[in-house]
Structure formats: structure tokens, C-alpha cells
């Protein structure tokens, strides 16, 4: 059974970086191909990918925010551990892990997802 | 970028059947997937690879995809079905959502 759990900071300052851990189980991402994405959701609107690390720790980010973001992961711990710097009110929202099982499928697990604000 | 478009929101009457459309660049030569998210609820996926259902979703949600439009297809909807619905492709190694359309069955 895949399941995936993020946690980290629930308020974070404007300008703060942001530094979220998911923590897995039921996979392990040594495997060339599988990964974890990481994706967010402000309030009442859609979602939007941020990035994804892979077994073989290739990375991938969304071009419009690549600047901000680090993913990187911990295969030991079980764990992937993703940054975005210069946080804004407007990056307020929930983060979501996910477990992507390759071959440009889908995100077939999510984890329940952390609320974190943007506020001084 | 690659964008894809979904209509903001779709009604359907109990019982009847809902299609959600999303939109893009010759979108029948990807695979798309599509989540569902209740409110307050995390996503789900419910079709993945245009047309195929995870184990334990309804075979109610079927998929299609040709040309510049996918669609999700529920049959028979229910109350339960009322939930924000997103699509997702791959593009250039990026993952792409659709901006979500909500479904109200009346």
C-alpha cells in the first residue's frame, strides 16, 4: 500500500523559503522511471505542478517557477524533501506529494496534503 | 507553454450524463488522466491513459481522446459525483493540469 505524507511550516513570512518534507511508504524511489511530485492548490482554485524528482534523481520543474524550486530526496528516509524560496501571499495554499508511477502516467497516490500560508 | 482548457463549470441532471471537456494542442496524441477532488477532499484519480479506470472507481467514469479535446464521461450521476474535475498530460517532461471544472448535478 502507497502512502505519502507531507509536513512542514503552516505560516511562513514573505520573503521566507519554504522547505516541505513527504515522507513515503510502499515504494522506493531507487527505481529508474517512478518519482514524487510535488503540486499546490490555492484556496478555491486549481491545481498546479511544481516539481518531481525521480528514482534515478532526475528533476523536474514547472518552467514558471523553476527559479524558486529545489526538490531533492532522501531514498534511505524514504523521503523527498522540496524548497521554494521568496515566498509571496500569493503562494499560500495547500502542498500536495503525489507518487507518479512513469511512463507520462498519472500521480496515482496523493498525500492528504499541508496548508501553509503566506502572511506577515 | 502547453495549456489546457477546461470549461469552468458543467450541470447535469440526476441520472443523466455529464461530459467534461478539456482542450489542447492536439491533445489526442497524449495520454490524459483525470482527477476528481470532492470538497475539502484531496484529489483522486479517476481516469488515467485516456480511458482506463483505477481499481474501485464506478465504471460510470469512462474516458475518451482524439483530436484537440479529451473528455470525462460519467453516466447515470449521481450526488456523490458533484466535485471539481481536473485533466493532466505530460509536455516537454512538465506536468500540465487543466484549470478544473466543476460539476453540479442538479
Known amino acids: 500500500q502507497i502512502t505519502l505524507k507531507e509536513s512542514g511550516p503552516t505560516l511562513v513570512k514573505p520573503t521566507q523559503t519554504l522547505t516541505l518534507t513527504c515522507i513515503f511508504s510502499?515504494?522506493?524511489?531507487?527505481?529508474?522511471?517512478?518519482?514524487v511530485g510535488w503540486i499546490r492548490q490555492p484556496p478555491g482554485k486549481a491545481l498546479e505542478w511544481l516539481a518531481l524528482i525521480y528514482g534515478d534523481d532526475d528533476k523536474r520543474y514547472s518552467p514558471s517557477l523553476k527559479s524558486r524550486l529545489t526538490i531533492t530526496k532522501d531514498t534511505s528516509k524514504n523521503q523527498v524533501v522540496f524548497t521554494m524560496t521568496n515566498m509571496n501571499p500569493v503562494d499560500t495554499g495547500t502542498y500536495y506529494c503525489?507518487?507518479?508511477?512513469?511512463?507520462?502516467?498519472?500521480?496515482?497516490?496523493w498525500g492528504q496534503g499541508t496548508l501553509v500560508t503566506v502572511s506577515s | 507553454s502547453y495549456e489546457l482548457t477546461q470549461p469552468l463549470s458543467v450541470s447535469v441532471a440526476l441520472g443523466q450524463t455529464a461530459r467534461i471537456t478539456c482542450g489542447g494542442n492536439n491533445i489526442g496524441t497524449k495520454n490524459v488522466h483525470w482527477y476528481q477532488q470532492k470538497p475539502g477532499q484531496d484529489p483522486v484519480l479517476v481516469i488515467y491513459e485516456d480511458n482506463k479506470r483505477p481499481s474501485g472507481i464506478p465504471e460510470r467514469f469512462s474516458g475518451s481522446n482524439s483530436g484537440n479535446t479529451a473528455t470525462l464521461t460519467i453516466s447515470r450521476a449521481q450526488a456523490g459525483d458533484e466535485a471539481d474535475y481536473y485533466c493532466?498530460?505530460?509536455?516537454?517532461?512538465?506536468?500540465?493540469f487543466g484549470g478544473g471544472t466543476k460539476l453540479t448535478v442538479l
Open positions: 510502499g515504494f522506493s524511489l531507487n527505481t529508474s522511471g517512478v518519482g
Open positions: 493532466q498530460v505530460w509536455d516537454n517532461f512538465a506536468v500540465v
Open positions: 503525489a507518487y507518479y508511477g512513469g511512463y507520462s502516467g498519472p500521480f496515482d497516490y
